[in-house]
């Protein structure tokens, strides 16, 4: 590519909302194969609420209160929504030591002398708390409906499940829908459950869903599709996945994003529109094709 094309390319990016940081990013994205995008703060709006309570040996209160009490101490989404929803009830909050967070699995705390655990089933899991079927039920059903089932024990005993929801970006759809009419394959991944993470997809028309990821493993995942010949987009919030934004081919970082986003990114959608990263590809494929 002519460097005027790309020039030409950065202007026309800027004009609608699409920041090019790095002019290369233009000539990569005409070839791209794969665009895979992060969930939480991606494809949702990142601003999930409480929507079930179950508890299990103590009331819906007492289980929110207590939840809420351990997760003041965190700056996860889903720690957010629990505390919002303690706010809304009006419960006084314990006060919470030795507080630890257990990236993309959990948190946990003493309370009042009790501990407690917070998190996903496999969390709990590996601190041997156990289920009884009817409490297995009810995080299959939550995670069917497209809900994050938050588990909270204490002292070993699970105290009840947190269904959490969070609303789709009303550009998701329309975006995956044009970027498969484009020939991309289109990849959602997330350190969410299974079934959770595919109940979602289905809803905006991603087919293919990457679980249960680790923070830490995002990037390797890209790495991965790379080594099979993929030409990888990721298209991230920052949250967990910047190590991913920066090793894709072409990261895009959703504007409202975390700084740390924005400096990954090799493109910036400062309209949080997802249908802007589809306008991005247009735009590389239209700049590369004029001048060859
Ligand atoms: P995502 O990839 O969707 O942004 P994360 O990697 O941040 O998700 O978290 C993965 C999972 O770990 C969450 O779906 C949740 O089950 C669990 N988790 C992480 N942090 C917390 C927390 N503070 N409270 C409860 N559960 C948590
Ligand atoms: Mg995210």
Request: no cysteine.
């Amino acid at each position: 590519a002519t460097p005027t094309a790309v020039t030409v390319g950065i202007g026309r990016g800027a004009e609608i909302g699409v920041l090019i940081r790095n002019g290369e990013a233009l000539e990569v994205s005409e070839h791209l194969t794969t665009i895979v995008f992060d969930k939480t703060g991606t494809l949702t709006r990142g601003k999930p609420d409480v929507t079930d309570v179950v508890a299990a040996g103590m009331d819906e209160e007492r289980l929110i209160g207590l939840a809420a009490s351990v997760e003041r101490n965190s700056q996860h989404p889903l720690a957010e929504a629990i505390v919002r929803k303690a706010d809304a009830i009006g419960i006084p909050l314990g006060e919470a030591t030795n507080f630890a967070t257990f990236g993309g699995r959990g948190v946990s705390a003493a309370v009042d002398g009790t501990l407690v655990l917070i998190g996903n089933p496999a969390f709990l899991e590996e601190r041997n708390v156990s289920l009884a079927p009817s409490s297995a039920d009810a995080i299959g059903r939550l995670q069917d409906e497209g809900k994050t089932a938050v588990l909270v024990a204490g002292d070993g005993k699970l105290a009840g499940i947190i269904g959490i929801a969070d609303t789709l970006k009303p550009t998701s759809e329309a975006a995956v829908a044009d970027l498969k009419r484009m020939g991309l394959s289109v990849m959602m991944i997330t350190g969410d459950n299974a079934r959770t993470a595919n109940a979602i997809a289905r809803q905006i028309g991603i087919d293919t869903v990457l679980a249960d990821v680790l923070p830490e493993d995002k990037a390797r995942e890209v790495q991965r599709l790379q080594e099979k010949g993929e030409s990888v987009a990721f298209v991230g919030d920052g949250i967990n996945d910047a190590p991913a934004l920066a090793r894709a081919d072409v990261g895009i970082a959703i504007g409202s994003g975390t700084d740390v986003a924005i400096e990954s990114g090799d493109i910036v959608l400062i309209k949080d529109d997802l249908t802007d990263a589809v306008a991005a590809v247009q735009l590389s494929r239209k700049v590369m094709g004029r001048i060859k």
